[in-house]
């Protein structure tokens, strides 16, 4: 057996068990939370589970699990066996039709036969395409439009702001990551209520990024700005220390 491959041969010890229940869990959980995403752990994860599937145990195993049309069966007679009437017959639309009758549909098939669509194959002229990111650019310095758009998309802190937020909220920062506050059409994560900005960069998302960009930005129109990677939030004392010599310092 390859090293690092485990077949499991029992009963797991933690099945049935929440964090409420059993606080090995809990302390497992609290353990768990906000591990590092950076490319070097999802490499080395990779690397694991092509381990585990060099091993034929569990290979046979995954394949058997995966299999679609085991997999539709269960799924098939679990339905079956649940409180729902009229499952398994069958739709009482079968069979008919739309409000169209069939002279008609067959009518207008023929007529849509051959017919290119009129915008296939065509693009908008390179002057066109910058008068309408302008015209975006300008909707986006209008603070009910970017309120109207942050409420439509449901914005609001994630997991790793949130750890972040109870570091910032001593320092005098708050969240404005739902658009409360736009500078040069782009909205910043924390801000302090002066001149001081805090953006927090995900070490998977934001690999590719180049945080000088997003701090000159803000920079053009007097905000500075510290950009935190994810990895630092492992090390809250540094972190706390970092944001103090950025931000306001009297806690």
Known sequence: MPKGVYIRTKEPWNKGLTKKTDSRV??????????????????????????????????????????????????????????NPGFGNPPWNKGKTACYSDEVRQQMGADKKGKIPAMKGKHFPPEVVEKNRQAILACWQDPKYIAKQMEARGVRPNRLELKLLKILTPFGFQYV???????????????????????????????????????????????????????????????????????????
């Open 26 to 83: 809990a302390k497992g959980a609290e353990a768990n939370r906000g591990m590092p995403n950076s490319p070097e752990h999802i490499e080395a994860c990779r690397q694991a589970m092509l381990a585990h599937w060099q091993n034929p145990e569990f290979r046979a195993r995954q394949l058997k699990s995966r299999n679609t049309q085991t997999l539709k069966e269960k799924r098939y007679q679990r339905m079956l066996g649940e409180k």
């Open 177 to 251: 990551g739902d658009g409360q506050l736009i500078i040069g059409g782009k909205c910043p994560d924390f801000w302090n209520g002066d001149h001081k900005l805090i953006e927090l960069y995900g070490d998977y998302w934001h690999s590719g990024d180049n945080p000088e960009e997003r701090i000159d930005h803000f920079g053009k129109h007097g905000y500075d700005c510290l950009v935190i990677w994810e990895h630092e939030l492992q090390n809250m004392e540094q972190m706390k220390a970092k944001v103090a010599s950025h931000g306001k310092t009297n806690v």
